[in-house]
């Protein structure tokens, strides 16, 4: 049961306009989400983070935006660079199982000059 | 800060070979230290996680005699993959975290393992 769903495989966006990634959730007990970027050959690297007791979280080109009665929640990139071009995992996690991560599958975001 | 160092980061091995990989937490101290594995265009599954000084917790499906962690100090843990066969290879991931609060996990560059 994949308790966290990236459905868009991939993105492509424009230089310099928004780009914007998607990610639902399934379990109400989560109460910590973030968001890593991955560059092929590399680990992930934390971007931003939002808890459960917010609904903006906002550091310089990225926000997140999380609805808990949607189970859902969002990364907005503005202005998009050719830069972000990586892979975009959302995670998300709960104090009940000791933080652990679950991650989605993931969303390959190009960005076009 | 938060640097996390995972070494080696490519190994080709013969089948039956074990092979351990170090995941080393630079500039802080990691009380829990994770260990992921990723399939090609999958997310990273969980295998385990690993706290100083005690025995790491696995994953559901995830073979202990397999994968054996270790996590002597606070900056450094251990995966071995004993006997290692071709179905085997993969991406291997770890993480470290400082505290068991809401601290995001910092990641290693992964190592790719190939069993010939």
């Known amino acids: 049961d994949q308790q966290v769903k990236q459905n868009s495989p991939s993105l492509s966006v424009q230089e310099g306009r928004i780009s914007i990634l998607n990610c639902d959730y399934t379990n109400s007990m989560f109460d910590y989400f973030l968001w890593y970027k991955k560059y092929p050959a590399e680990g992930p690297t934390f971007l931003i983070s939002i808890s459960s007791i917010k609904d903006k979280n906002e550091d310089g080109r990225f926000t997140v935006f999380l609805n808990k009665s949607a189970k859902h929640l969002s990364l907005h990139i503005v202005p998009s660079q050719p830069g972000d071009s990586a892979v975009y995992f959302c995670a998300a996690s709960a104090w009940e199982y000791g933080n652990k991560l679950v991650f989605g599958a993931g969303t390959i975001l190009r960005v076009k000059s | 800060g938060a640097v996390v160092s995972q070494h080696p980061s490519w190994v080709i091995c013969k089948s039956g070979t074990s092979v351990k990989i170090e995941c080393r937490s630079l500039?802080?101290?990691?009380?829990?230290m994770f260990w992921y594995r990723q399939f090609p265009k999958q997310s990273l599954m969980l295998m385990a996680t690993s706290n100083e000084g005690s025995k790491a917790t696995y994953e559901q499906g995830v073979e202990k005699d397999k994968f054996l962690i270790n996590h002597a100090s606070l900056t450094l843990s251990t995966l071995t993959v004993t006997s290692a066969h071709p179905e085997d290879s993969s991406f291997y991931i770890c993480s470290a975290r400082q505290d068991r609060t809401n601290q995001p996990q910092h990641f290693g560059d992964g190592t790719r393992l190939s069993i010939l």
């Open positions: 500039d802080f101290q990691a009380t829990t």
